[in-house]
């Protein structure tokens, strides 16, 4: 690299801090391994004050340590090799890839783009590698086939597929210019890439896939082969076991853009996330993977991890997208969005949840049991200083938290129950740098069925045992009510029905006091004007009581004791932009020519 002063990193803790790399190392890739789980981070951007100017070029290396507790507020961050010139070290580069070798002992650096302020030539391409042990950089020979320098690509790591069971690095898309290639003229056109990089950590040997084959079967539903995929730059591509025709599992790629600029047009392209570009490790063949869900809007340079756990049987992968820059709104993002595989569904987990980081964008996370990991991320212009810069997201109960803990395993997410069948616990987990736990086939199924009852939530519990008391009040009170205007009614009835036999006695008493008296007939009018005979009168108000009283008890007849069958035939009634300073390098406004066609 040109021999140009870096500005020193003093703190562990700057600003701000954007485009790094980022892995883990942990005993989880090699169980016969001693060495502790770390995340490292190393290059990228930073800014040690609000009113810096010009960013920031790092190669320093820190270590974050996950075998203990610590608050996201003060993290256990170690600066391990602070910024240098010295030649052995890599060139501060941002936006490349770090890979952990399978003991944990070794980290491998490759790709990334130079400083653009001050401008500073890409060196040769190299691949480094970090001794943790010894303390020191060194530039290593590899084998195999001839590769470029890209940058704003995705990476990944698939454990023990290598040789000797190492893992295997990958790098997908990117582009390649003058900021990344030693050589490359600034009137060249920018080339966007969708080529795949493999480089096996066991034998350090590359392969570069920049064609590939028509896949006979893709074993997906709701998926078309596809013969290659989608140029892009500044996406992810994440890990997922146990998936695809031979269930050697498969890489997701998501979001990234494509900026084709020239004199007469400046374009941004954005990657629609309702269908994915999905590569299986087996056939090495890519398919398109329609998803269903709250599918999230385009993006670049977002954040996703992934985590493994067994569902009644079965493996279930989810897929956490956090963050990142709206393609063609240049805003960052709060949002969180998980991806449910092998259904391809997404959920939206919100983008206003407490505590959560301010809007990012050019983050790392990191996956380890059921805690995400986010650090740095170019955040937004009404924020001066992201000074805690680390932060920690529960990927069960979809929180963000103050404490980091170690030793938790991954478990499927409560909210997302009803839909996998269940919840399960696990040990597989992946990120842009990383593979924890295996492919999670060795990992026991703990898990448990769903049910309405087990995984209500304590607010809903609470809520439908308030209306269950009000609906079962109100029904006691239709009830009493009912019954209250049945004994009114009968009282009613009582007084009308005595009323009615009191009035016949009084006019039985009077017919019979005048048929004593002399009359010039024998007969009387009754109630209902009909002619009768003295004789009769007595005998017909007699009868005519009867017919009250028995009409009276057909019409209201006696209470008993079972309250549904006194309310029987009563039906009851109830009332009732945060805008960038400077865009990220999928942004970049230089004037540049029509696109050219992917290079291998």
Not at 131 to 141: C, P
Not at 247 to 265: H, Y
């Amino acid at each position: 690299m040109n021999p140009v002063k870096l500005k020193s990193q003093s703190q562990p803790l700057p600003c701000q801090r954007w485009a790094h790399q980022t892995t883990i190392s942990a005993a989880q890739l090699d169980p016969q391994s001693s060495s502790r789980p770390t995340l490292w981070i190393q290059g990228g951007e930073l800014k040690s004050s609000p009113d810096q100017q010009n960013n920031t070029w790092t190669n320093a290396l820190l270590s974050l340590d996950l075998t203990s507790s610590w608050n996201a507020g003060s993290p256990a961050l170690s600066l391990v090799e602070k910024d240098n010139s010295n030649p052995y070290s890599p060139p501060a580069v941002a936006l490349g890839a770090l890979w952990p070798s399978l003991d944990g002992q070794l980290l491998y650096l490759w790709g990334g783009q130079f400083a653009d302020n001050p401008t500073i030539s890409p060196g040769p391409m190299n691949t480094f590698v970090y001794n943790v042990t010894a303390r020191s950089w060194k530039a290593i020979n590899t084998t195999g086939d001839s590769v470029l320098r890209p940058s704003e690509g995705a990476s990944a790591l698939v454990p023990a597929i290598g040789t000797n069971g190492a893992p295997m690095a990958y790098y997908f898309g990117g582009h390649l210019d003058w900021a990344s290639v030693s050589g490359w003229s600034t009137s060249t056109p920018r080339v966007f890439l969708d080529s795949m990089v493999q480089l096996d950590l066991g034998s350090l040997s590359w392969t570069n896939y920049s064609s590939f084959t028509t896949a006979s079967n893709t074993n997906l539903v709701n998926a078309t082969v596809e013969g290659t995929p989608t140029i892009r730059a500044d996406g992810t591509l994440t890990y997922v076991p146990s998936v695809g025709p031979s269930g050697k599992g498969v890489l997701v790629a998501i979001g990234g853009g494509q900026n084709f600029q020239s004199l007469s047009q400046n374009s941004n392209r954005s990657i629609d996330n309702s269908a994915l570009d999905v590569f299986d490790l087996s056939t090495k063949t890519w398919v398109k993977q329609a998803t269903q869900g709250s599918i999230p809007s385009p993006r670049i340079n977002h954040c996703s991890v992934r985590g493994t756990a067994k569902v009644n049987g079965n493996p279930i992968h989810q897929i956490f997208v956090y963050g990142g820059q709206i393609v063609n709104g240049s805003s960052q993002s709060t949002e969180m969005y998980v991806l449910t595989i092998p259904g391809f569904t997404w959920t939206f987990i919100g983008d206003k949840l407490s505590s959560q980081p301010s809007a990012r964008a050019g983050h790392s996370c990191d996956l380890i049991g059921s805690q995400m990991i986010v650090i740095g991320g170019y955040v937004a212009s009404d924020l001066l200083c992201d000074s805690q810069s680390v932060y920690i997201f529960d990927t069960t109960s979809f929180t963000w938290k103050n404490t980091y803990t170690p030793g938790l395993p991954y478990r499927t997410p409560d909210m997302l129950a009803q839909m996998i069948g269940g919840t399960g616990v696990g040990h597989s987990t992946s990120g842009a740098g990383s593979a924890l736990g295996g492919d999670g086939s060795r990992d026991p199924d703990v898990s448990t069925r769903y049910t309405q009852q087990s995984h209500s939530s304590p607010v809903g519990a609470i809520v439908g045992g308030v209306l269950s008391a009000i609906v079962v009040l109100l029904l006691i009170i239709c009830i009493w009510i009912m019954m209250k205007r049945k004994k009114q009614r009968i009282i009613e009835a009582d007084r009308a029905a005595a009323a009615e036999a009191s009035l016949l006695a009084a006019q039985a008493r009077e017919k019979s006091t005048i048929s004593h008296q002399p009359r010039a007939s024998g007969m009387y009018l009754d109630s209902e004007g009909a002619a009768r005979t003295s004789l009769a009168s007595e005998e017909m108000n007699s009868h005519h009581l009867s017919m009250a009283l028995e009409k009276h008890f057909q019409l209201f007849p006696a209470a008993s004791d079972d309250p549904e069958h006194d309310t029987e035939g009563f039906e009851p009634q109830f009332s009732t932009r945060l805008v960038p300073r400077q865009h990220l390098r999928v942004m970049n406004p230089e004037s540049e020519g029509p696109s050219g066609s992917p290079s291998s």
